[in-house]
């Protein structure tokens, strides 16, 4: 074989590879940037079905809903191994729920205590999955990805985050410099 057939062969070999890897030469000529854009999309599809959970709570400031109050009295369960406990002190649940719907998406939005935001969203998640445990496939799944992300990768540049850090140390974890 001629060094032309080897070149010629070893190329068609890549070029499979080579097309897998156009998504990842994409996003590497747009920069940190698009990875930014990305955390800012995960933090706001994490946030927005916990957020309309919480508005369902509460009926004006400080006062829960007859509907979240009846919910956590009478429908909602922990499914523990194999038994279905009642909520201990149900109000109290729903309003540390509520409060929790609302203002966990709200720093996650802002890029403001996201790793915090992200691991009580993945608490809940841990809960709702407990309470709820069909909903796993469709629902627990994706938004206990999506907070272990946020957790791991932290919020990116566009995040309160970011302006309220000390400068990034050596051993900083997060893309960009964000903590």
Same mark, same amino acid.
């Given at each position: 074989?001629?060094?032309?057939?080897?070149?010629?062969?070893?190329?068609?070999?890549?070029?499979?590879?080579?097309?897998?890897?156009?998504?990842?030469?994409?996003?590497?000529?747009?920069?940190?940037?698009?990875?930014?854009?990305?955390?800012?999309?995960?933090?706001? $599809? !994490?946030?927005?079905?916990?957020?309309?959970?919480?508005? #369902?709570? *509460?009926?004006?400031? /400080?006062? %829960?809903?007859?509907? @979240?109050?009846?919910?956590?009295?009478?429908?909602?369960?922990?499914?523990?191994?194999?038994?279905?406990?009642?909520?201990?002190?149900?109000?109290?649940?729903?309003?540390?729920?509520?409060?929790?719907?609302? $203002? !966990?998406?709200?720093?996650?939005?802002?890029?403001?205590? #996201?790793? *915090?935001?992200?691991? /009580?969203? %993945?608490?809940?998640? @841990?809960?709702?999955?407990?309470?709820?445990?069909?909903?796993?496939?469709?629902?627990?799944?994706?938004?206990?990805?999506?907070?272990?992300?946020?957790?791991?990768?932290?919020?990116?540049?566009?995040?309160?985050?970011?302006?309220?850090?000390?400068?990034?140390?050596?051993?900083?974890?997060?893309?960009?410099?964000?903590?």
């Amino acid at each position: 074989m001629t060094d032309i057939s080897h070149a010629a062969a070893g190329s068609a070999r890549s070029l499979p590879l080579r097309v897998l890897d156009v998504p990842g030469r994409v996003v590497d000529r747009l920069g940190q940037g698009a990875r930014d854009v990305a955390l800012v999309a995960v933090r706001v $599809a !994490l946030a927005v079905p916990f957020f309309n959970s919480g508005l #369902t709570k *509460w009926d004006g400031f /400080g006062r %829960l809903s007859a509907g @979240a109050v009846y919910l956590f009295t009478e429908e909602f369960r922990l499914h523990l191994f194999g038994a279905e406990i009642a909520y201990p002190l149900p109000k109290l649940m729903a309003a540390m729920a509520g409060s929790a719907e609302i $203002a !966990l998406p709200i720093l996650l939005v802002a890029g403001l205590a #996201t790793r *915090w935001a992200a691991l /009580g969203l %993945l608490g809940m998640t @841990a809960v709702v999955q407990l309470t709820v445990p069909d909903g796993w496939a469709n629902f627990h799944l994706p938004w206990a990805a999506m907070a272990l992300a946020l957790t791991v990768f932290g919020p990116g540049r566009l995040a309160l985050d970011r302006f309220l850090a000390t400068p990034p140390s050596c051993g900083d974890r997060s893309p960009g410099g964000s903590v």
